[in-house]
């Protein structure tokens, strides 16, 4: 046995590759601040097992992709299981990810020498998100599919080149079978191959120009004495990767796996809504979440302005972040003598959430899961009044407008509409509808109007 080991190392040149990997010195003072980049490599490498699980029963086709997910979810060994966990695998990495970027950020740690380290991070956060996005359409259910088709059709709106694109994207003018083989390909071999070079040179960047050690407040980073300084701190003070810091990586991993495991097994994935069809609009596509922000931004931005942003806004943000490193790349890294920069970062973080909290909500967005109302809202209502309440419900108005609680908040909530708008304005609403409101004109028989009034102007809030 110790033979065989010893043949396989001395042909294989394994302990030769993984010795300086492992027992390179790091800063000793390397904190728990230091497990998030870990952590998401992590979610990386669950990412790998659980899609190629679910790869093998997974058939990229148009008309039977909707079938393998629903036999993955309810036939298939552990199916389910493994579905939530490549789900929550990605909202983790995501997550993680997202922290790790501000971490660094607020240590400065992409300052010299370190400045190509930020700048494959900013790659690798762009596939990354490139990847949960493409992973979304593959469920190929009402919801991945409109979401995807919402997001071709924002490409499509960029100025010059945004018809291209949305073609490139979809594989033709509209979504169809080729958009499911474009992006299955693309979400299993082109951007995972580039996700493993670039981490694969994220990491080699990490081991060749050493972890950052945590700055202190009034120790400048200088250019032309920096490496020198730290080749003599890691002398004097430094410690072996291997187990002085890899301790805190592999507890923090586990803990993340812990989590995902535990909401793989009780939460799982999102329900698989209906099989696409494209002809019923009727659907309310909801990215997952950590798109909605974005969606939230478009949805909230003048409409003339956002062909514009569009294409500007990830130009300029990208632009802003590969540029970082060359704008600033020595002084100060303790965020204590950089208020601009963790005021900015604290800027971004609320502005994000405060959108990701109104898309989750979204406004804009009929609700059509809206409960429908009951003629209990209306106390004594007469017959006309319930024939009201019904049509209410029956042609939609709930999914737009709240009667007390209840129903969509896309148009204004109709509670006391009549201490607004009397008998004939509403009428001339309904029939006209407004920017937002089809017009109920063509739809609503003279007697169906009348009712619908009578329930409008007699529902009060008591
Ligand atoms: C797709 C969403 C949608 C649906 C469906 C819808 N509405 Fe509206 N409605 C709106 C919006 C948005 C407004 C505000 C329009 C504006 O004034 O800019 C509005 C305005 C109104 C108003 C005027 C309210 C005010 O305070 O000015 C009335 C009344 C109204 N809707 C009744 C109805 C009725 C009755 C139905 C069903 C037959 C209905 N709406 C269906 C979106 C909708």
Redesign the pocket.
Known sequence: MKNILKWMDDRGGFSELLKPLTTHLVPPDATWNYVWGSATLFCLVLQVVTGISLGFLYQPSADVAYESLQYIENDAFLGSFIRGLHNWGASGMVFLMGIHMVRVYLNAAYKYPREMSWITGVILMAITIIMAFTGQLLRWDNNGVWSAVVAAEQMGRIPFIGKSISYFLLGGDTIGGETLNRFFSMHVFLFPALIFLMVTYHLYLVFRNGISEPPKAGRPVNPKTYRKWYEEMLQKKGVPFFPDALWRDAIFSALVLVVLLVLAFFVGAPALTTAPDMTNVNVDPKPDWYFTWIFALFALMPREIESYVMFFGPVIGIGLLFALPFLSNKGERSPLKRPWAVAGTLFIVLSISSLWYIGSIAPWS?RFDAEPLTKYTVPKASSQVERGIQ??ND???????QIGEQG?I?????TN?QN??NKD??II??VN??????A?GGS?TKEELAD??EF?LQNQKK
């Open positions: 009929p049509l209410f042609e939609g108005c709930i999914y737009c407008h969509g896309r148009g204004p909530n109709l509409v607004r708008l304005q509403l609403r309904i509808g407004a920017e937002n409101m089809p109920y609503l619908i009034v409008l």
